[in-house]
């Protein structure tokens, strides 16, 4: 917990997704049946570990974050994992240098609401160019960064951009509690 608080920032948390959360994300979603999955903001690998329990071993998986402490945790407890020390910013990049230009779905943890609006459009658009017709795009929202600017700003962000976006209720088994954003381009 004290590398969440030195860095909130960067992690824009104060702990861990919780195992509902992590749950949640991976029964949203046809994982089984992916080919190629990726996550931004894999933080320690907490909700890595449960996606990977669901995507096909045959899948693409590989996940970006930017705390390199965060890095070595996830590939430590996700070996399966490819993770990677960069922004989110750059999917495509990686994408690329294993032969793909798309993926079936992005998974992100980020911290939205501490971006200025020139962040989350650039990597709100870097999300977009990687998703096929009918690609998914989930994302935690913490349930009081509704009420914030950012968060608002984000939202209106998703429902111009998305053909369909939907919220679940509030998960209150997480700290702080959550909501979690299920969009289709």
């Known amino acids: 917990m004290d590398h969440f608080i030195r860095n909130i920032r960067k992690t824009g948390a104060v702990s861990s997704c919780s195992s509902e959360v992590a749950r949640i994300l991976a029964e949203s979603l046809d994982l089984a049946n992916f080919d190629t999955v990726v996550e931004l903001g894999s933080g320690t690998g907490a909700i890595t570990k449960k996606l990977l329990e669901y995507v096909s071993p045959n899948a693409l998986f590989l996940a970006l974050e930017l705390n390199e402490h965060f890095v070595e945790q996830t590939k430590k407890s996700c070996p399966k994992a490819l993770v990677y020390h960069d922004s989110a910013e750059n999917v495509k990049k990686y994408l690329n240098k294993h032969g793909k230009e798309t993926c079936n779905c992005v998974i992100s943890t980020l911290p939205w609401t501490l971006f200025n609006e020139e962040l989350q459009k650039k990597i709100l658009s870097s999300i977009l160019d990687v998703l096929p017709p009918g690609g998914e795009f989930l994302t935690v929202s913490y349930t009081f960064s509704s009420l914030m600017p ?20 509030p998960v209150w088994k997480n700290l702080p509690p959550l909501y979690i954003y299920h969009c289709k381009k």
Do not use: C, P, W
């Open 150 to 169: 950012a968060g608002r700003r984000f939202r209106s962000l998703m429902r111009g951009q998305f053909s369909d976006v939907r919220r679940t209720k």
